[in-house]
């Protein structure tokens, strides 16, 4: 027997569940909406961590920052899973298309011996400082509180191995897949007084313990000077002294930096909106990783671009704090 | 110069392993603190074998493509009015069970491995911890995406993070996951991801995704198919921790051994609740549990455990108790489901003539003789129209926070009850298994959060049952819970199917 359905009889008893229903009303949500609040648990934990007897398997202390609502982080792109996944693979199509082109057309061979050297001496170890960002944005994630924040510092701490692996490529497109221009930049790494300060920084992040604190550190003070001198700023000089191509093997970083801009300037903006104590610490917090990444950064910005760069790299900076609303005017 | 053609496993060592250093500036110690104190001795992190070699770009390019298949489905489900489809109303009570007691535990798996994805020295342990921790992020997701749909026709969808958090029932698998995330990182792994995810996951996950595909739910078998990839990565990291484990230091070998017998019985324990959904749920039965237990649990882990015998690992501890139970456990839960459906946010049912013969038919030794009279005696009472609830809150076990409701293996008219004082109080459990954990690490356990206890004292809001049910646990009382016959879940069904 075969049954007629009439579509006019199947109104849904409900738009949404009840919790995406008590925040935003009684209509049809989004997907993201109802991939991100309220999943965290919140109550009634069995046990307490043996490794951490202090707090709660999921604790708000874990960090200074204090928030009536820690799902007030919304994330501007609205990233969850499946739409996260699908926008790094559009990206990733197109590097995979500019890592083909260059390799075949070996391009690497246009470099002269003194660019592909700075290249690994400046470039290349940015592998150690991403891999930094990994475990730094893995940190919040495991320890942070609320889905909203939590999930997108997972997918900036998977970016960030991506973004490792890139320049782990670029370093065997320079010397032609020996590793010998990986093993090379990481002896730089571990010795060269060059990058001694960025390394001892990228240390000191690690053993940082407030998770919100070390996502200012990481995400907005050493990413900002970072992507400001690497991206712009060199990538500029680069294009103008024969290493315009090595822009091909960048852009997924560039295109990267802008949006991973958008979204921490975001979560800064709500911390900071939040409460004047919230403001406070945020400029504490800057203010000290600031003046750590600026002394750590300045061999690097002096080899790299010369005199002036550091102060402009930290100019964008400050201009970033303006608009956050954390600067008071001392900085 | 012609490039070099780098092999996998050279290429991914130079692109994931070799990112990490020894540190000169801080101690190491203090940026990874939680490998040691477990007693768990890592030697040589270098001889972690990658399970599996996925470099990031690979892996956006190809979870994207899953994604964009699986999410087409979602929405000619939701076009098409996919929950007309399913065998049988009854059938999305299943599914209610899945979203308020499984995808919560994907949740905390993603946080799990974000944590040890975080803490491990080693980085390539690390990072197959971080996918693991991405892909279980995934999952919930996808989840509730999946059931978005059914909880705009069904009741009992509505509120599932709340209610993991609260209802007595639901305790059963978060106290399971709050036990493994509280643990270790080493035995957060055996637990999850040896014990559970390589061997008891098949029990979990096919009686889920067949009994969908046997029950005309499209959205959760296109989900089920679409995660095992994931799953079978997630399988052979908890092959290689336990290898890694025991390869390691022979120390750890004993260490390893009490973790296996622990993270067994809390498993068995949690698939409890598989097992009554198996059995009772499926309106189209895939197979019986006792079936399902034989063919991944006994074929599968017994290759499995003769295989660890080198290493000096025997089969986990009560493996008898565990044989017998295979036999009873899903009719003794589905009865206790029944007696409290008042209380349940899922509706509960007697099963039909069909399917009693089918369990009698399933389990000759066993059904005729202990349960089937039960439901006869239930149907009388319905008959009468005196559909029966136990009134009153039931004794919960103090580990796995099932009330005391299984019977002694050996004589299935006894209730099984142990009892143990700790520090002037005493503390009650199911069985064997669950009182030996307890005494292995009372200071852990004393401190369960048990709904039952809770309720008592007043902490989940009342005085009655129906305020802590409505209020605390943010049920619709009278639509979320009691029997499927007259729910509106039935209502509706019937009226979307033109029956009177
Ligand atoms: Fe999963
Ligand atoms: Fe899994
Ligand atoms: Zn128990």
Known sequence: MSVEIKTSTLEPVRNTFANIERRFGDKPATRYQEATYDLQAETNYHYRPLWQPEFELNDKGRTAIEMQDWYAFKDPRQYYYGAYVGQRARMQEHAENNYAFFEKRNLAALLSDELRASLIR?????????????????YGTAYGYGTAITQALLYDAMDRLGIAQYFSRIGLILDGNSGDALVEAKQLWLQAPL????????????????????????????????????YTQFDTWLAANGGQDVAMLTEFMQEWCKEHTRWVDAVLKIAAAESDANKALLGQWVERWRGKAAEALAPIAQEMLGDDALAESLAALDKRLVKAGIAGGNL | MAAKKLNTKDKYRLLTRDLDWEFSYEDRKQAFPFEEFEGIKITDWSKWEDPFRLTMDTYWKYQAEKEKKLYAIFDAVAQNNGHTNISDPRYANALKLFLTGVSPLEYQAHQGFAHTGRQFGGVGARIACQMQSIDELRHVQTQVHAM?????????????????????????????????????????????????????????FVPFMSGAAYNGDMATVTFGFSAQSDEARHMTLGLEVIKFLLEQHEDNVPIVQEWIDKWFWRGTRLLTLVSMMMDYMLPNKVMSWKEAWEVYFEEAGGALFKDLARYGIRAPKYAETIEKEKEHVSHQAWWLFYSYGDATAFHTWIPSDEELDWLSEKYPDTFDKYYRPRWEMAKKMEAQGKRFYTKGLPQLC????IPLMFTEMDNP????????????????????????????????????????????????GGPGLEDVLRDYYRMNVGADNLDMKGSPDEQRWNSWKGVA
Not at chain 2, 398 to 401: D, E, T, V
Not at chain 2, 439 to 455: C, D, R, T
Request: one cysteine or more.
């Open chain 1, 122 to 138: 400046l470039l290349v170890p940015l592998r150690h400082v991403e891999h930094t960002a990994n475990l730094n944005n893995m």
């Open chain 1, 195 to 230: 990058w001694q300060g960025m390394r001892a920084l990228c240390e000191e992040t690690l053993v940082t313990e407030d998770w919100f604190e070390l996502f200012v550190a990481q995400d907005l003070v050493i990413d900002s000077l970072v992507s400001d001198l690497v």
């Open chain 2, 148 to 204: 978005s749909h059914y909880n705009k026709f069904f009741d009992g969808f509505q509120d599932w993070s709340h209610m993991h958090d609260r209802v007595w029932y639901l305790s059963v698998p978060k106290s399971f996951f709050d036990d493994a995330r509280s643990a270790g990182p080493f035995e957060f792994l055996v637990a999850i991801s040896f014990s559970f995810e390589y061997v008891l996951t098949n029990l979990l």
């Open chain 2, 398 to 401: 103090n580990c796995c926070q």
């Open chain 2, 413 to 460: 008219t006894q209730l099984a009850y142990r009892d143990t004082v700790y520090k002037d109080e005493r503390y009650h459990f199911c069985s064997d298994g669950c009182h030996d954990i307890f005494v292995a690490e009372p200071e852990k356990y004393v401190q369960s959060w048990l709904p039952v206890h809770q309720i008592l004292q007043g902490n989940c």
